[in-house]
């Protein structure tokens, strides 16, 4: 989907993962087009498109592509893992491969078409206060807040806090609280999860620039993290999401991650739109 005019409009793809939904825009062969006007005007659900996510893909001269994310309210994201998977199956498909390589402002990533699905190695986790950001030097693994959270960096900040019963939260409630807390300079991602059985989760999200979302796949991966170093499950990790299913793998090269992908339709953004928000 690329701009071909200025009369063409813009092309657009509609993406999720497990209910964690996105517009793709393609700007290989071209400069970026995505402006915090542009991002913030597309995810309005009643005058956009509407999604929780927004990924741009970019040329690379480092590896296939790179992709750049933009939040509903049109605030930079720096890492997002459904998309991530979203997109690199999206890119799989049109260039005939089973694996590609990918920079984002978390760095280099790789991805991987194997049995069961698309699997995206997110990268370390950043387990210092000074990695996630936090605003001063804490213990990241128990932080001085109501609940005794974790704050794990997963590219982006995310605050984990282990519930009796994730499904008994009130996400539109805390989740803003938390998101815009004082030890979050950069603002932070909120999870509640619960401990189903033997490394099985029950997991929901408030994301920072988003709200309430149906999935999180950096959320996932933070949360299997801490949910392992609290000893709570071994590496790999089944959580149950609102909208669905992720598996999170951490291994030795990284945090892998992998659940469903759905390529919901094309569409293309008139001309007109694009230039109010110019």
């Known amino acids: 989907m690329n701009l071909t005019s200025a009369a063409a409009g813009l092309g657009f793809v509609k993406m999720h993962g497990a209910g964690n939904d996105f517009v793709v825009i393609d700007s290989r062969g071209r400069g970026a087009v995505v402006t915090h006007g542009l991002a913030r005007a597309l995810g309005d659900r009643h005058r956009g498109v509407g999604f929780d996510q927004l990924a741009e893909i970019r040329s690379s001269d ?7 994310f933009w939040n509903s309210d049109g605030s930079r994201a720096g890492a997002c893992g459904n998309a991530t998977r979203c997109v690199s199956d999206y890119v799989m498909r049109g260039a005939g491969v089973s694996a590609v390589d990918l920079v984002t ?3 280099r990533l790789r991805a991987e078409r ?7 190695n997110m990268g370390a986790p950043q387990l210092l206060w000074g990695e996630v950001p936090l605003a001063r030097e804490l213990d990241t693994l128990h932080l001085p807040l109501t609940g005794d959270p974790a704050a794990v960096g997963m590219g982006n900040p995310h605050c984990v806090h282990f519930v009796e019963d994730a499904e008994t939260v009130d996400l539109a409630a805390l989740g803003p609280v938390v ?5 979050f300079p950069q603002r932070t991602n909120v999870e509640f999860a619960s401990v189903l059985g033997a490394d099985h989760l029950r997991m929901r999200v408030w994301e920072r620039g988003a ?4 999935a999180c796949g950096s959320g996932a991966c933070a949360t299997a993290v801490a949910a392992h170093l609290r000893g709570l499950t071994g590496r790999k990790v089944r959580l149950d999401m609102d ?35 110019a």
């Open 62 to 68: 480092v590896a296939d592509f790179a992709l750049d």
């Open 179 to 183: 998101e815009h807390h004082a030890l």
């Open 211 to 214: 709200g309430v979302t149906l």
């Open 114 to 120: 194997r049995e069961g699905g698309v699997w995206v």
């Open 243 to 277: 909208g669905g299913v992720l598996w999170v793998d951490w291994r030795s090269d990284g945090v892998w991650l992998t659940g469903p992908v759905a390529h919901v339709f094309d569409g293309v953004l008139s001309a007109d739109f694009v230039a109010e928000q």
């Open 105 to 107: 402002a978390r760095g």
